[in-house]
């Protein structure tokens, strides 16, 4: 998913902030920024859960059913949604990515400023992508090197262009990829987002976004009957759907910036609020899935998760009660939030996506062990290949 941005380096963000503020801002400022990372810890937890442990602890309405009307209405449909971390991703990723401009340490103002952006953006993306992709298109080959089919899929992956097309939309090399590749055209569609922005303000591109991403996926789900999974998800979830979660992170982005978040016991009752918010997006989903409603009001599931992931966010990054902070900015949090791009990307990749039919329950600690070990390898290797150990496993909380 850059966020993933959702894999943007919040260190040097950091460090550049507090070089400007007063010593008391600056200190502030890096213990909200931990924040950050501590949410991409939890998203990134989330999703692995959703793929390999969700069936063995919560299974589909799991236990508890309770009925309002003909709705099912249960607390753990929070727990049988754990993809709803890539939702917080996208969100997080328009905050991360907008940051360094709204505080005006960076600017993007000439195509100078483009391409340095750009720039940044590939060094940060590319080298662990290319990496994974030539491992994973190897080991789950099922097509000759030499044939239209295979170089076709080669160019498709390589360019991110897979996400555009309805057969490849959920890549069988590695079905998590389209997030990623959501969040590459996010990126490259960021300068003129920010240039828009600046000239008429985040207000009238949050509203024209909300709406637009709307349409489109209310479009998608209007397609669904004799659609592929994967063209229906291209038109529902590909960066054009998914664009409003991008643009909901620069709107808090600028809220943070301007110091407008809630303090005390307000950003408890505003973490609080969000879960509730979230919940009611996963009971939405789950009768949908149940087909208690028409598979239509999913559309509409996005925004709802939208405002509980605001106002989870708004309050974790306010100054709330310090019990709460430490929710979010423990210190396991921040790192697993840190390695979240070398997590998400390997976590389903070749082999071991949709687990081995041999597999139980006993086997995924295992995974997840290897799957920890191996994140580690390319988040020190690839990731930050100039950095020391020191600096990227033991630098949390500070």
């Given at each position: 998913m850059e966020s993933p941005a959702l894999f943007t380096d919040l260190t040097a963000t950091a460090a550049e902030s507090a070089a400007r503020a007063a010593p008391r801002d600056a200190s502030r400022s890096a213990a909200r920024l931990a924040v950050i990372n501590g949410l991409r810890g939890w998203a990134i937890?989330?999703?692995?859960?959703?793929?390999?442990?969700?069936?063995?602890?919560?299974?589909?309405?799991?236990?508890?059913?309770?009925?309002?009307?003909?709705?099912?209405?249960?607390?753990?449909?929070?727990?049988?949604?754990?993809?709803?971390?890539?939702?917080?991703?996208?969100?997080?990723?328009?905050?991360?990515?907008?940051?360094?401009?709204?505080?005006?340490?960076?600017?993007?103002?000439?195509?100078?400023?483009?391409?340095?952006?750009?720039?940044?953006?590939?060094?940060?993306?590319?080298?662990?992508?290319?990496?994974?992709?030539?491992?994973?298109?190897?080991?789950?080959?099922?097509?000759?090197?030499?044939?239209?089919?295979?170089?076709?899929?080669?160019?498709?992956?390589?360019?991110?262009?897979?996400?555009?097309?309805?057969?490849?939309?959920?890549?069988?090399?590695?079905?998590?990829?389209?997030?990623?590749?959501?969040?590459?055209?996010?990126?490259?569609?960021?300068?003129?987002?920010?240039?828009?922005?600046?000239?008429?303000?985040?207000?009238?591109?949050?509203?024209?976004?909300?709406?637009?991403?709307?349409?489109?996926?209310?479009?998608?789900?209007?397609?669904?009957e004799g659609s592929q999974m994967a063209e229906l998800l291209m038109r529902k979830d590909g960066p054009a759907g998914r664009i409003d979660d991008f643009l909901v992170g620069m709107a808090v982005c600028q809220l943070f910036v301007r110091k407008k978040l809630p303090s005390g016991a307000l950003a408890l009752v505003c973490v609080v609020l969000g879960l509730g918010f979230v919940m009611l997006g996963a009971n939405l989903w789950d009768n949908v899935r149940l087909d208690h409603l028409p598979y239509e009001a999913c559309a509409l599931v996005n925004n709802i998760l939208q405002v509980g992931f605001v106002l989870v966010l708004l309050g974790a990054l306010g100054d709330g009660p310090r019990l709460l902070r430490k929710l979010f900015a423990a210190w396991p949090l921040q790192l697993l939030g840190a390695m979240c791009y070398s997590l998400y990307i390997w976590h389903m990749a070749g082999p071991v996506q949709r687990r081995a039919p041999w597999w139980d329950v006993w086997d995924v600690p295992v995974y997840i062990v290897l799957l920890l070990l191996l994140a580690a390898l390319t988040y020190r290797f690839i990731e930050f290949p100039k950095k020391t150990w020191g600096d990227l496993f033991s630098g949390f909380p500070r």
């Amino acid at each position: 998913m850059e966020s993933p941005a959702l894999f943007t380096d919040l260190t040097a963000t950091a460090a550049e902030s507090a070089a400007r503020a007063a010593p008391r801002d600056a200190s502030r400022s890096a213990a909200r920024l931990a924040v950050i990372n501590g949410l991409r810890g939890w998203a990134i937890m989330a999703v692995i859960y959703q793929h390999y442990l969700n069936e063995y602890l919560t299974p589909f309405f799991f236990l508890e059913r309770a009925r309002l009307g003909p709705f099912l209405v249960t607390h753990l449909s929070l727990l049988t949604n754990g993809w709803f971390g890539v939702n917080l991703f996208f969100i997080l990723s328009g905050f991360v990515l907008a940051l360094p401009y709204e505080q005006q340490i960076r600017a993007l103002e000439s195509r100078a400023d483009t391409l340095a952006f750009y720039a940044r953006r590939a060094r940060r993306l590319l080298p662990l992508y290319y990496f994974v992709l030539l491992v994973t298109m190897f080991a789950a080959m099922s097509a000759k090197l030499w044939s239209l089919d295979f170089l076709r899929e080669v160019a498709l992956m390589t360019s991110f262009g897979f996400v555009f097309d309805g057969k490849m939309f959920l890549p069988r090399y590695n079905i998590v990829l389209w997030s990623l590749a959501n969040e590459f055209w996010f990126a490259v569609a960021f300068p003129l987002l920010w240039l828009v922005r600046r000239r008429v303000g985040i207000g009238p591109v949050l509203v024209v976004g909300l709406i637009g991403a709307f349409a489109m996926r209310l479009y998608g789900a209007a397609s669904w009957e004799g659609s592929q999974m994967a063209e229906l998800l291209m038109r529902k979830d590909g960066p054009a759907g998914r664009i409003d979660d991008f643009l909901v992170g620069m709107a808090v982005c600028q809220l943070f910036v301007r110091k407008k978040l809630p303090s005390g016991a307000l950003a408890l009752v505003c973490v609080v609020l969000g879960l509730g918010f979230v919940m009611l997006g996963a009971n939405l989903w789950d009768n949908v899935r149940l087909d208690h409603l028409p598979y239509e009001a999913c559309a509409l599931v996005n925004n709802i998760l939208q405002v509980g992931f605001v106002l989870v966010l708004l309050g974790a990054l306010g100054d709330g009660p310090r019990l709460l902070r430490k929710l979010f900015a423990a210190w396991p949090l921040q790192l697993l939030g840190a390695m979240c791009y070398s997590l998400y990307i390997w976590h389903m990749a070749g082999p071991v996506q949709r687990r081995a039919p041999w597999w139980d329950v006993w086997d995924v600690p295992v995974y997840i062990v290897l799957l920890l070990l191996l994140a580690a390898l390319t988040y020190r290797f690839i990731e930050f290949p100039k950095k020391t150990w020191g600096d990227l496993f033991s630098g949390f909380p500070r």
